[in-house]
């Protein structure tokens, strides 16, 4: 969460923009849920060179490590961030909301290098996937954001997404197959049984 604090100038934030080992859900139904959590080591090679601080990923620049206004580090929790919002009056205004707890979470755009998934089937057949990033490529931008949804994470993750959930329907189909053979086989078996 981002927290306002007084140390040196009065329109410095700092706060979590990810944590550790801690999944959220990006994806849901009856059949299928799919979570995703960034593991510890994930920022160890990342590109951080230049990366922005802006609201709900919106293009305004409020901080930037570039000019020394945002400073980034990877810490037991999470990725820290660090930033004084007083160089511009939007910069300011943002303090205000962040100071005010109307803006209290926030979030990070990025590319994956590696991850790895698991596959958990519950007893109603409910089948989980958890996604572990496991080395992040580069780091675009941390964003404070009015709802904590993490556009990186769903757009680097759309095309995970929507290939577990194919990959779910497809086993499903080729299971119900299975199931429709051997009922058809049990019935010519039957048929043949009471026919002769």
Avoid: C, W
Wanted: glycine share 8%.
């Amino acid at each position: 969460d981002a927290v306002p604090f007084d140390e040196e100038k009065r329109y410095r934030v700092r706060g979590y923009a990810t944590t550790y080992n801690e999944p959220y859900t990006l994806y849901s139904d009856d059949d299928i849920e799919i979570r995703e959590q960034v593991a510890p080591e994930a920022f160890a090679d990342a590109d951080m060179s230049d990366v922005i601080m802006q609201y709900n990923h919106e293009g305004r620049v409020f901080a930037r490590t570039r000019n020394n206004t945002l400073s980034l580090t990877s810490d037991e929790h999470g990725l820290l961030i660090e930033a004084d919002l007083g160089g511009t009056e939007i910069g300011r205004q943002l303090f205000d909301e962040i100071d005010g707890g109307y803006t209290d979470r926030m979030s990070f755009g990025f590319t994956v290098d590696a991850d790895e998934v698991s596959e958990e089937r519950e007893k109603g057949k409910r089948t989980i996937y958890l996604r572990t990033i496991t080395r992040i490529g580069k780091l675009y931008d941390v964003s404070a954001v009015s709802i904590p949804a993490n556009d990186g994470t769903e757009i680097s993750a759309r095309s995970l997404v929507d290939g577990l959930i194919a990959k779910e329907k497809a086993e499903r189909l080729i299971e119900a197959e299975k199931e429709a053979r051997a009922r058809r086989s049990k019935i010519q078996q039957e048929s043949a049984f009471f026919g002769s």
